[in-house]
T-cell receptor, first 115, second 115 residues
């Protein structure tokens, strides 16, 4: 099984619909992140969580919300999807503080299309 | 500012050549740097990392160089192979404050290796 699992892998949804992307991890890491990647561009941080009770906005949080249900689960929601949210979404995990050897572990991504 | 959301430059090399991929970072407070490889349809994968108290680190076929004076990071790939074709991203982790441990991606580079 993958260390970081994202579901669904692909999703097509209509404008205005609510959609949730889910992420679960078996790394035992405290920190979890959601990134967005647009074609030809790098990854941009949407939200991040340093532990179960900690949620922080990233650079592009407008239009998104998150929930950290447990140490191993971090979900991303689009309350009312719009076409410019069409992108590839990645979940990632990392260790705490200075013990960052090996950086982050990424999931395989969720390709979301809003029509 | 942070290097995010930029269109990606490209590098084309012949199989067997050495490749050098460059990255400029903007935050002098960053104390940990990582190179990631992203193949089509997959999440970023860790290649090599370096701490700010080092200027060079070697792995298998890869070397990372860090020049803090000019805020420059490079990834050297020896004897490049077709399987090395991917997008390569540098990333930095900022020390201190509320941003500590939060990974910020720099500009990626598309590497294409021709047989």
């Amino acid at each position: 099984d993958a260390d970081v699992t994202q579901t669904p892998r692909n999703r097509i949804t209509k404008t205005g619909k609510r959609i949730m992307l889910e992420c679960s991890q078996t790394k035992g890491h405290d920190r979890m992140y959601w990134y967005r990647q647009d074609p030809g561009l790098g990854l941009r941080l949407i939200y991040y969580s340093f532990d179960v009770k900690d949620i922080n906005k990233g650079e592009i949080s407008d239009g998104y919300s998150v929930s950290r249900q447990a140490q191993a689960k971090f979900s991303l929601s689009l309350e009312s999807a719009i076409p410019n949210q069409t992108a590839l979404y990645f979940c990632a995990t990392s260790r705490t503080g200075r013990d960052l050897f090996g950086g982050y572990t990424f999931g395989s991504g969720t390709r979301l299309t809003v029509v | 500012g942070e290097n995010v959301g930029l269109h990606l430059p490209t590098l084309s090399v012949q199989e067997g050549d050495n490749s050098i991929i460059n990255c400029a970072y903007s935050n002098s407070a960053s104390d940990y740097f990582i190179w990631y490889k992203q193949e089509s349809g997959k999440g970023p994968q860790f290649i090599i990392d370096i701490r700010s108290n080092m200027d060079k680190r070697q792995g298998q076929r890869v070397t990372v160089l860090l020049n803090k004076t000019v805020k420059h990071l490079s990834l050297q790939i020896a004897a490049t192979q077709p399987g090395d074709s991917a997008v390569y991203f540098c990333a930095e982790i900022v020390a201190g404050g509320t941003s500590y441990g939060k990974l910020t991606f720099g500009q990626g580079t598309i590497l294409t290796v021709h047989p």
